[in-house]
């Protein structure tokens, strides 16, 4: 059956938009440290909290025309909004733990395990070659990155020291399981029917309403100083709000698995700005780690042969002498995803 014409493109674009909103994304470590006097809970509950919101209220309409089918569900909305809450907590207070690059590549790189679990325990879906390949140059990048860091810190060169940067990794670990939760609630209610915009304001709004008490208690220092506000301001517009707008449209496209590994663009870009801007010295292993990444995005993201189809009907090709033994070879079985 031949693919209609208006999707061909879809996972191109799709991988496009999730790459876009992991450079921002990118961002967010380093703009962070432009507010020490912020603790890590604040600046997560401000940017995720704020930006949540903001979809919601943008999203308004097309979550009141899809009210019926997200009460359907009400379910995944709250487990989803319980992931975008717990999100962003812990992911500030593992960079803050263990240094803006490891922070960001231990929540970031163990996402795409957290995701193929979840898809399979909950979907069934199996996972292609070229994802199992993509994920391996991934986390074998961000394993080196966190290696390198790690050294560091038990030798006091590092952000912080060796048990603080233990504590950093193990929450960074918890951010990234609660990252894929929250992709797949938001990817399971857009294959079920409702809007990529309703889906992501509905998800990014509940948990920006349970981030508001934390907001509360803990966002004094946001309005201490008009720098303070604007880096929580930048936080919520621009890596959380049109991040997720972007990482959104991607998911209406492109399986969970695969938007979460392509993310693994995030703690590259993070690191290279921890090093340029911040600071913070990423020894060869970590540049290393960062080559991985990269490469693994290249396989994830080059374009796949289609495989040849046999018209219905058609008569099947002439047997040829046998010289040598035959390759075993099964064919692609109709409909399997290029990704």
Known sequence: MTRPAGRTAGPGLGALAVLLASVLWGTTGTAATFAPQVGPLAIGAAAMGLGGLLQALLAGRGIARARERLREQWRIVLLGGAGVALYPLAFYTSMHLAGVAVGTVVSIGSAPLASALIERLADGRSLSRRWLAGAALGLAGTVLLCAAEAAQAGTGAGTGSARQTVVGVGLGLVAGLTYAVYAWAAHRLITRGVTSRAAMGAVFGLGGLMLVPVLLATGAPLVASWANAGVGLYMALVPMFTGYVLFGFGLSRIPVSTAT???????????????????????????????????????????????????????????????????????????????
């Open 261 to 339: 590994t392509l993310s693994l663009l995030e703690p590259a870009v993070a690191a290279v700005f921890a090093v340029l801007v911040v600071g913070e010295h990423l020894p060869a292993l970590g540049w290393t780690g960062i080559a991985l990444v990269v490469a693994c995005l290249g396989v994830l993201t080059a374009p796949s042969r289609p495989a040849r189809v046999r018209a219905p009907g058609a008569a099947a090709p002439a047997p040829q002498p046998r010289t040598t033994a035959p390759a075993a070879s099964a064919p692609t079985p109709p409909g399997t995803p290029d990704w």
